[in-house]
């Protein structure tokens, strides 16, 4: 932080922008356009990127009006990406590193990753690309099938394991202890110096004006501290004059933050045992980052908030048909908005930026099951289902005569 506050806040913003859409190797890069910040004495050979970061800033106009009578609601899609995670923004830091010490000769055989499907998808298209051996641990039935799909399409070594996440998290820790493979997980700060740059990738996007409330999904933890650095270091070197509010926001059936946050951080940190959630990527009960999600929230004057499996599957539903196409993850984040809104915590003129964390397309399963009204004890009263119809003119045209006039504004 030293060297890098001998130049002032107009010197990193310019620099910063005068780098967005180019393809100079390796600015194009969301994460390496802020290099300086993120690991700058890698060389720019030794970097593996997709080019990834750069995400749509979406303002949710349609949603925020409609469900929460809110005028500057944004949605950070941070989904739109190579692997369809945000999880690219660390892991193209953390596999450029390890390329880095196995070109220096260094003993690493491999990088390794417990995974609830996201991790192990960025952790196995970053070696992919680098020729490094990849090796995943994922809990077994626990994840989608278009997660698991992905490391295996990469060419990982994949352990699907009789166990939870936290199981996972356990056992590549041991393993990583004992053998030259390298943990790609959230516990290594690297993934948290390409993370961060999200939040100024955001300020960067307002034309480097802060907004006032940012709500991330959380499970390990690592991405609330992330967010936390990012705009931290802005307001630190000077490209802003202050940092957002931050919300976590957990599903109520894996929410070991927010019972700590609820008890007033004053008492120990107690672990639980994670419950089936469709958010599955946040179903984890003993997260790794606690003490750093604790620190940013109290450094940002931060909240968590929970959402239960009814109200994170609604608000995904209802952002889905105002035009998004959302993750659980996003659907649990809305959810925790609502319930801020609800209360007046978060007021109609709060600029509010909701972290898109994944997207939609890794969860169509639980979005087919909702939209079926196949999903047991939930109602699904957003539910979208198709229209069975004969193949002849005159049934077609009823069903649609009837559609439209439902359509029809009621004065």
């Given at each position: 932080?030293?060297?890098?506050?001998?130049?002032?806040?107009?010197?990193?913003?310019?620099?910063?922008?005068?780098?967005?859409?180019?393809?100079?190797?390796?600015?194009?890069?969301?994460?390496?356009?802020?290099?300086?910040?993120?690991?700058?004495?890698?060389?720019?050979?030794?970097?593996?990127?997709?080019?990834?970061?750069?995400?749509?800033?979406?303002?949710?106009?349609?949603?925020g009006k409609q469900f929460l009578s809110m005028n500057d609601l944004w949605v950070k899609h941070c989904g739109i990406s190579?692997?369809?995670?945000?999880?690219?923004?660390?892991?193209?830091?953390?596999?450029?590193?390890?390329?880095?010490?196995?070109?220096?000769?260094?003993?690493?055989?491999?990088?390794?990753?417990?995974?609830?499907?996201?991790?192990?998808?960025?952790?196995?298209?970053?070696?992919?690309?680098?020729?490094?051996?990849?090796?995943?641990?994922?809990?077994?039935?626990?994840?989608?099938?278009?997660?698991?799909?992905?490391?295996?399409?990469?060419?990982?070594?994949?352990?699907?394991?009789?166990?939870?996440?936290?199981?996972?998290?356990?056992?590549?820790?041991?393993?990583?202890?004992?053998?030259?493979?390298?943990?790609?997980?959230?516990?290594?700060?690297?993934?948290?110096?390409?993370?961060?740059?999200?939040?100024?990738?955001?300020?960067?996007?307002?034309?480097?004006?802060?907004?006032?409330?940012?709500?991330?999904?959380?499970?390990?933890?690592?991405?609330?501290?992330?967010?936390?650095?990012?705009?931290?270091?802005?307001?630190?070197?000077?490209?802003?004059?202050?940092?957002?509010?931050?919300?976590?926001?957990?599903?109520?059936?894996?929410?070991?933050?927010?019972?700590?946050?609820?008890?007033?951080?004053?008492?120990?940190?107690?672990?639980?045992?994670?419950?089936?959630?469709?958010?599955?990527?946040?179903?984890?009960?003993?997260?790794?980052?606690?003490?750093?999600?604790?620190?940013?929230?109290?450094?940002?004057?931060?909240?968590?908030?929970?959402?239960?499996?009814?109200?994170?599957?609604?608000?995904?539903?209802?952002?889905?048909?105002?035009?998004?196409?959302?993750?659980?993850?996003?659907?649990?984040?809305?959810?925790?908005?609502?319930?801020?809104?609800?209360?007046?915590?978060?007021?109609?003129?709060?600029?509010?930026?909701?972290?898109?964390?994944?997207?939609?397309?890794?969860?169509?399963?639980?979005?087919?099951?909702?939209?079926?009204?196949?999903?047991?004890?939930?109602?699904?009263?957003?539910?979208?289902?198709?229209?069975?119809?004969?193949?002849?003119?005159?049934?077609?045209?009823?069903?649609?005569?009837?559609?439209?006039?439902?359509?029809?504004?009621?004065?």
């Amino acid at each position: 932080m030293a060297a890098l506050k001998n130049y002032d806040g107009k010197y990193w913003r310019d620099l910063f922008d005068s780098r967005i859409g180019k393809t100079t190797w390796p600015y194009g890069s969301g994460v390496w356009s802020k290099k300086e910040w993120v690991l700058p004495e890698i060389d720019s050979d030794d970097i593996v990127s997709a080019f990834e970061g750069n995400s749509n800033l979406f303002w949710a106009e349609r949603y925020g009006k409609q469900f929460l009578s809110m005028n500057d609601l944004w949605v950070k899609h941070c989904g739109i990406s190579h692997t369809g995670s945000f999880k690219d923004l660390g892991m193209t830091v953390l596999v450029s590193q390890v390329n880095r010490l196995r070109k220096m000769n260094r003993p690493v055989v491999g990088v390794g990753c417990a995974s609830t499907g996201d991790t192990s998808a960025a952790l196995s298209a970053y070696c992919a690309a680098a020729g490094i051996p990849s090796i995943v641990f994922l809990p077994a039935n626990r994840i989608s099938l278009a997660q698991l799909v992905q490391p295996i399409a990469n060419g990982a070594f994949v352990l699907s394991i009789d166990t939870d996440f936290d199981g996972c998290m356990q056992l590549i820790r041991e393993v990583t202890a004992e053998l030259p493979i390298y943990l790609a997980n959230s516990l290594n700060s690297l993934r948290l110096e390409g993370q961060k740059t999200a939040a100024i990738e955001i300020l960067q996007q307002f034309d480097w004006e802060v907004p006032d409330w940012v709500i991330v999904p959380g499970g390990n933890l690592g991405n609330i501290y992330a967010f936390y650095k990012g705009f931290h270091m802005c307001k630190e070197l000077g490209l802003v004059d202050k940092i957002p509010r931050l919300v976590c926001a957990q599903a109520a059936n894996a929410n070991p933050l927010y019972l700590h946050y609820k008890a007033g951080w004053d008492q120990e940190f107690k672990p639980v045992k994670a419950n089936t959630t469709f958010a599955s990527a946040i179903q984890i009960g003993d997260p790794v980052s606690i003490d750093r999600a604790v620190y940013a929230l109290k450094k940002s004057n931060g909240i968590v908030e929970e959402a239960s499996e009814q109200e994170l599957m609604d608000a995904m539903a209802q952002a889905d048909s105002t035009g998004m196409f959302i993750c659980p993850h996003t659907g649990v984040a809305l959810a925790a908005l609502i319930k801020l809104r609800n209360q007046g915590i978060i007021g109609t003129n709060d600029r509010t930026v909701v972290v898109s964390t994944a997207h939609g397309l890794k969860f169509t399963q639980s979005k087919i099951d909702y939209h079926s009204n196949d999903i047991k004890d939930l109602a699904c009263k957003y539910a979208n289902p198709p229209m069975q119809v004969k193949a002849d003119f005159g049934s077609v045209m009823d069903v649609l005569k009837k559609y439209l006039l439902s359509k029809v504004p009621k004065n």
